[in-house]
């Protein structure tokens, strides 16, 4: 019995020697790279008009459509990752250079309409491929402005009207780091209608974006 421990002892010492040499194991596809909070900026398109125009005065119907531009900001969020399961909240916040002129009303002068800025609060559902790569769906409340204003030579008018709205979209995210991710993103948003008394007309506001952007997670 002891001769044959003493062979099947000797036999292995070969393959433990190997497994020693061997090099440790690639971390798991599931390995919560993605836990932690971010903050970044982001660049991007926004296009859109209005679904709607209500002419209340009997002036002829304009759709407000086109208003389109650039937008650029920063975001901040935090996620938390189960598997291969992220869940997160975010918040941005973007300058817009969305605008466009519109002409045709009785009265003399063009209405430019632009938006200000967009700001979202979202939560956000994604898997995660591969480890580095998230793949996701986002959802939550947004807000921004519009901005009327009738450039006509006399006597000049300006009117800034809030907006709320819901946000929708989805996008990809990459970790080049541990520390450094960049996404790409497209968001579709819809505006409660509001009533422009400057042209007393109604505007139903519907934009989509798309987004870029860089995070920095810590």
């Known amino acids: 019995m002891r001769a044959a421990v003493l062979v099947l002892t000797v036999s292995l010492l070969p393959m433990t020697a190997k497994a020693a040499d061997m090099p440790a194991a690639a971390p798991s596809p599931s390995a919560s790279i993605w836990t932690g909070a971010y903050f970044g900026v982001n660049f991007g398109y ?17 759709n407000f459509d086109s208003i389109n531009g650039v937008i650029a900001g920063g975001q901040l969020g935090v996620d938390y990752q189960m598997s291969n399961i992220v869940v997160g909240l975010g918040a941005d ?15 003399p002068g063009a209405a430019k309409l632009s938006h200000e800025y ?12 591969g480890s580095q790569v998230l793949a996701y769906g986002t959802a939550g409340v947004a807000v921004s402005n519009l ?18 709205g819901y946000v929708v ?18 968001r579709y948003t819809a505006y409660a209608a509001d009533t422009l008394t400057l042209y007393n007309s109604r505007a139903d506001r519907k934009t989509s974006e798309i987004r870029v952007g860089v995070n920095y997670r810590f």
């Not at 926004?46 to 005065?57: H, V, Y």
């Open 169 to 186: 979209g989805a996008g990809i995210e990459h970790k080049y780091a541990n520390n450094i991710s960049s996404f790409a993103e497209y």
């Open 147 to 164: 901005v009327v204003s009738l450039t006509r030579p006399i006597d000049p008018i300006k009117q800034i009207r809030s907006l709320n």
């Open 93 to 107: 916040y973007n300058k817009s250079w969305a605008a466009n002129n519109f002409e045709g009303f009785e009265f």
């Open 118 to 129: 967009v700001g979202t609060f979202r939560g956000r559902v994604g898997y995660v491929f």
């Open 46 to 62: 926004a296009f859109g008009g209005s679904t709607k125009q209500i002419s209340l005065l009997n002036q002829r119907a304009t």
